[in-house]
């Protein structure tokens, strides 16, 4: 991949996609269909500094997405958060229909929205784990879209922000909303996913890797099932109601009560084999979640 193109403003960006200047610095809303650039231009990749929504819909074929092939014939949603990098690969744009919103953080500041903006996972998630639409979504998806660019499109008043940020607000929850549903019927693909992490996790505990890696992060785990940690977390609080670090912490804990039960180790041996630096880290932890120490949790076996 080329070293990412910085894009720092909208403007900009409109000017690198050969569109007319932008209404507003910190909002804007364009079509794919008007986007005049050469297709060779976008192999590049990219970085901006503001939040990029995009809807991509009724493409003929097969469209090539992250590192796989989607069907386009409903709608799919991607979303970038200012910094990371975008690259777009084998676009025909004159089969591409759509919209994007693009807003800076700025436009935001002296909102909620601004720091409750950051808890929505799907701003991180892989780019090959778009949102798949239905068409009765992808119609709420573009009435907001269209009121946000009708706003947008005004001339600016006393209101214009406030309306902006609340339409904003309702298009990101609405997306949350579809992504839960998405994790529920898209089950057997997260059950599969589930069950990949539980072999993972039962490779890696059974080897030598917790006493000479530690204890697996979230950011190994994610890399080794091919999913953005984001992706992952909110697959298994949808799947389990826990996040991936709860999830490795409860395999932490079963792991340790089978060693306390059945070995005469010592706790301090135990948290060394379970990849733990300090026996205190072990311990409090331990006692956290079964509400008694180690110790006394072995001796409710003598």
Known sequence: MKTPEKISSISLLHRYLKLKKPSHPLISVFDFADVCVDPATLL???TT???VVALKKDCAGKFK????????DNGIMYFTAPQQVMQFEDILLSEVEGSVLVV???FLQGYPLAGEIKNYGYFSYSSNEALHLSEREEKSVM???DNIRKETENNMDSFTQDLLVSNI?????YCDRFYSRQFLTRKKLNNDLLTRLENLLDHY?????????GIPTVHFMATELGVSPNYLSDMLRIQTGQSTQQHIQNRLIEKAKELLSTTSLSVSEIAYQLGFEHPQSFHRLFKNRISVSPLEFRDSFN
Request: hydrophobic share 40%; aromatic share 20%; glycine share 2%.
């Open 205 to 213: 505990f059974k080897s030598d890797q917790l006493i000479i890696n």
């Open 143 to 145: 009435d907001i879209i």
């Open 44 to 46: 590049s990749a990219v």
């Open 49 to 51: 500094d503001f939040y």
């Open 65 to 72: 997405y992250g590192q796989q092939y989607y069907d386009f």
């Open 169 to 173: 607000d309702l298009l990101l929850k």
């Open 104 to 106: 800076h953080p700025d």
